[in-house]
């Protein structure tokens, strides 16, 4: 059985939040949802200033506090390390919200076809004539079907509204034998998706001779996204340049 | 046997009797009610987007608010009602006796409301209430909430005062009334014979022995929901649980004197809770009141100490930030309610009214305390560098929690016209065949 892990090199990245979009054209996720986050962050005061990047997507840990506090089962973790929601059975208490240190969980606001690339009002009539009524335009078919040995509706977001949703590691595209489509977007290969467990996988043989960290080690969540480079954040780091996150 | 009768009315404490009084309080819970069923329809049909919660983190909201704040409060609330009627059987104290329904229903109606409040905070609540009952999770502290609080500590509840109020029941089935079919079904065959009595002590003796320890395990969850948390700093730790059942003795206690204040005032001629019940209730009240101060005090000294990152940023939101003036209002009001009780206990002269006062002092301050432990955590005290949140409840929330309370008062006042709320059997001249044995302090 493998293992699936991603690395972060943080030397590679340059902050371009193509992995953002990526993931968000991916999975069909609401406007404010970023299962993929990249923190831009300022250090020092001008004109003594650095910039640095901290990519986070969910960390999918092997103690992972989301799927412990579940109380229903709906949030889960596989086998293959992948943790999982399935948006069928979630109440919508957002109990993993709360336990999970990352900040990594979204939650349905509201129906998630509102939400849905907000630059436009897709009920406008003249919107509509282009679109032919569809809202949203384009909506993954991968999406609505059911995965691994479970086969629970698992992948993607923008299921319904009142239920909680997060990064997949792109489950739909794993099961295909794909990377998630942060990694397959990344235009400098910082994000390096695998089977830790195979001594020959990329992921195996980038971290291999390599010194990485891992986000929040302190917590005991055991993350299984690994970072090269850089160091963990703290609080000296000022956040810039944050995305339109609210619903 | 002696059995409150009137020979103008055929039932006691104006059961059945809807007075003009009784109309309008009818009229404006109902309003209430409507208002918050409105306000609960709105954020339904559009999502909870309407309300001002939000993810944190990156959105920089709290994810629970001012819903889950209310399911604390009103959960808390019922543990001193029941415990109440408890101790006072168990211990035999006759002067608590006229109010031990009260206490049962006030109980019953905090944890309908309590409960109400859990499935109302659901963003999908009928899953949430068909999915607890499909896969329901022992190892999420939440299993607490939906078992042993829902079923246990409720259901038992509800057997308590149903069997407590048996006995009147079957008094009540003999008089011809519109209500006879109703005290026909809550007696359920219940005919007062010696062996039936008996019996029914009994019952009523090991319910009580039994329920005091399900009802602190019950609640202890509800404190170990965020006591068991390691992401978010602030809830971490082994007092929570603790602390969230002194403070729901506290505040329980606080509405038990302020309910039979009311239902005093509200019998007129039919009142029999005298100053007796009060100085009782004002003594367990200073109790608890004290050890709820001490814990808020312990937690002021730990957070002027917190040195860690995280923590330092929490203390600062709480005394001198955002969330200070709901911090010192908290520790004011408590410190007020205590010191009004202290002065009474000092003096021996315990007055209704001042009572009432601190109590609403204790119940508002612990009301701010539960505040304080869901919120700031959210919003003040994330782990990764995000930015600061905010958080205050919006009109929908607000109208939805008013709704709640009037919920809760309609359910009390219903009841009052169905059913006697204070026992029927004189309290002050206890007999053998109520197994009570003259114990007055």
Redesign the interface.
């Known amino acids: 059985m493998p293992k699936y892990s991603m690395a972060v090199d943080l030397e590679r990245c340059q902050g371009c939040r193509a992995c953002m979009t990526a993931c968000k054209v991916e999975n069909n996720t609401v406007v404010s949802n970023n299962w993929m986050y990249v923190f831009r962050f300022e250090e020092g005061s001008y004109p003594e200033t650095e910039m640095s990047f901290l990519p986070r997507q969910c960390q999918h840990c092997d103690n992972a506090p989301c799927a412990k506090v579940c109380p229903v089962g709906a949030r889960f973790k596989r086998e293959d390390g992948i943790v999982l929601t399935d948006s069928d059975r979630c109440i919508g208490c957002r109990y993993c919200e709360l336990a999970c240190p990352y900040g990594v969980n979204y939650y349905n606001w509201q129906k998630p076809e509102k939400g849905q690339y907000d630059i436009v009002d897709w009920h406008d009539d003249d919107i509509q004539s282009a679109t032919g009524g569809a809202i949203p335009p384009y909506r993954n078919p991968d999406l609505d079907e059911l995965y691994g040995e479970e086969q629970r509706r698992t992948a993607g977001g923008g299921h319904a509204k009142g239920v909680i949703e997060k990064c997949t590691f792109c489950v739909h595209r794993v099961e295909k034998g794909l990377d998630p489509a942060c990694a397959d977007t990344c235009p400098t290969d910082a994000l390096i998706f695998g089977d830790i467990e195979d001594p020959e996988s990329p992921i195996s043989l980038y971290l291999k001779d390599q010194s990485p960290w891992q986000l929040l080690e302190e917590a005991g969540t055991k993350p299984n996204v690994y970072y090269i480079g850089g160091k963990p954040p703290n609080k000296e780091l000022k956040e810039i340049e944050r995305p339109k996150a609210t619903v | 046997m002696a059995v409150e009768t009137r020979p103008d009315v055929g039932l006691p404490q104006g059961v059945g009797r809807l007075t003009l009084k009784w109309k309008a309080f009818l009229l404006v819970a109902l309003a209430v009610l409507g208002f918050g069923l409105f306000a609960y329809g709105y954020e339904q049909a559009?999502?909870?987007?309407v309300t001002s919660?939000?993810?944190?983190?990156?959105?920089?909201g709290a994810?629970?608010g001012l819903y889950v704040v209310m399911v604390e409060y009103f959960i808390g609330v019922s543990l001193a009602g029941i415990v109440i009627a408890a101790v006072s059987r168990v211990f035999r104290i006759v002067e608590l006796r006229p109010i031990a329904r009260i206490a049962e229903l006030l109980t019953v109606a905090s944890l309908m409301v309590g409960l109400l409040a859990v499935i109302i905070?659901?963003?999908?609540p009928l899953?949430?209430i068909k999915?607890?009952l499909?896969?329901?999770?022992p190892?999420?502290?939440?299993?607490g909430t939906?078992t042993l609080v829902a079923g246990g500590v409720f259901l038992s509840a509800l057997a308590y005062l149903f069997l407590g109020g048996r006995r009147d029941a079957a008094e009540l089935a003999e008089i011809p009334s519109r209500l006879q079919w109703f005290h026909r079904l809550w007696a359920s065959g219940y005919t007062d014979s010696v062996d039936e009595r008996d019996r029914h002590r009994r019952v009523m003796f090991w319910l009580s022995v039994g329920i005091v320890p399900l009802i602190v395990i019950a609640l202890s969850t509800e404190g170990l929901?965020f006591g068991?948390?390691?992401?978010?700093p602030g809830w971490f730790g082994s007092l929570q649980g603790p602390d969230f059942l002194v403070l729901a003795a506290a505040s329980g206690l606080a509405n038990l004197v302020v309910l039979s204040a009311i239902v005093r005032r509200a019998l007129g001629d039919w009142n029999r809770i005298d100053a007796a019940v009060f100085k009782w209730l004002g003594r367990f009240l200073l109790v608890a009141a004290s050890a709820a101060l001490y814990f808020m005090v312990v937690e002021l000294f730990t957070l002027l100490y917190a040195t860690p990152?995280?923590e330092r940023?929490l203390a600062d939101a709480l005394l001198t930030g955002t969330y200070a003036w709901i911090f010192w209002l908290s520790i004011g009001l408590m410190t007020l309610g205590l010191g009004l009780l202290i002065a009474q206990a000092a003096s021996s002269n315990w007055r209704i009214g001042t009572l009432v006062v601190a109590s609403v002092a204790i119940s508002t301050a612990a009301l701010a305390e539960r505040y304080l432990t869901v919120i700031p955590s959210?919003t003040h005290a994330?782990?990764?560098?995000?930015?600061t949140g905010s958080y205050f409840p919006n009109w929908v929330e607000f109208s939805v929690v008013a709704g709640l309370f009037a919920f809760g008062a309609l359910l009390i006042g219903l009841f009052m016209k169905v059913f006697p709320i204070i026992p029927m059997r004189d309290h002050l001249i206890p007999t053998q065949d109520d197994g009570v044995e003259a114990t007055n302090a």
Not at chain 2, 134 to 137: E, G, H, N
Not at chain 2, 139 to 143: E, H, T, V
Request: charged share 15%.
């Open positions: 559009n999502g909870m987007s919660l939000r993810s944190t983190g990156t959105m920089g994810t629970w905070d659901l963003g999908q899953r949430g999915n607890m499909l896969y329901a999770r190892q999420s502290a939440f299993f939906f929901v068991v948390q390691v992401g978010r990152s995280d940023q959210q994330t782990l990764l560098p995000y930015d």
